[in-house]
């Protein structure tokens, strides 16, 4: 005998159908990021597509390079469910990490259900160990919504990173981020995500350890499903006193789309928590 879900979970996780006109916003992201690409080569900038990190047609990242010695490897890992999207939708999020001298990876993944998602756990880590032997220098991770907790699966005990690479993450932004996933084995969803007990458990951040004590950060939009507020907040009280430093920021009335618009701008708070300030200059 089953219990029935105490509350309508699909609704819960809907963003698109509590967003006027979301359902054209990829094919506008993929437009819009084709665009930047092509405004990137034009400027003379640096741009490098579909470099592999593994053996299957979606293991590839592209790196946005800054004008000049990169500060360091800023990686942003793309949402979708773990079963839609892919990194060229997202190419214009990098601007502002760019523009504030990091070298920006955006990796694409196998998607569900050709990949279970200990599997795309597993990916990001090789992806992100990859793109740090071509840039050196501090790690800053941020992920969307399923890239949220992917980033945050990294932090761990049971990272799929090396030591070496784990040690060198300065931050970690999870914005609008899933960090328990059991009640997505409530939804529709699941019939392609194949989400058992064992594997919502095992990939829910909120249950792990974190395995290392660099910064980490729950982003949220004060517009979103309150699911989605849920999370972010149950992430930051759960490792709250496990020697973590975390937060939780709500921001303003954002939705779970318009909350990443920010990364496009140097300046904005969620480009500042990615990949931090711009040094002040001496006298």
Known sequence: MSLSPLCDWDDAFANMKHVKDSAELPDFWAARA??????????????DLDIAYGSHPREKFDIVWPDGTP????????GGYWMRLEKAHWTDFAEGARAKGWAVCVPSYTLAPEARIHEITAQIGQAISTAAGLVDGPIRLS?????????TRMLCSDSPLSGSVSERIAHTLSISGLHDLRPLMHTGMNRTLNLD??????????????????PLTCWVGGGERPE?????????????????PVR???DGNHNHFTILEGLKQPG????????????QEGP
């Open 34 to 47: 084709a665009g930047y690409r092509a405004d990137l080569t034009r400027g003379g900038h640096r741009l």
């Open 71 to 78: 500060k360091g490897l800023a990686v942003f890992i793309h």
């Open 143 to 151: 992920g969307h919504s399923a890239g949220g907790h992917l980033v």
């Open 197 to 214: 007990l064992e594997e919502a458990r095992a990939e829910s951040a909120v249950l792990a350890q974190p395995a290392a004590a660099a």
């Open 228 to 244: 989605f507020i849920r999370q972010a907040r149950l992430l930051s009280d759960m490792w709250t006193g496990l020697d973590v």
């Open 248 to 250: 939780c920021e709500i």
């Open 268 to 279: 904005s708070p969620i480009t500042t928590a990615f990949v931090g300030p711009v040094p």
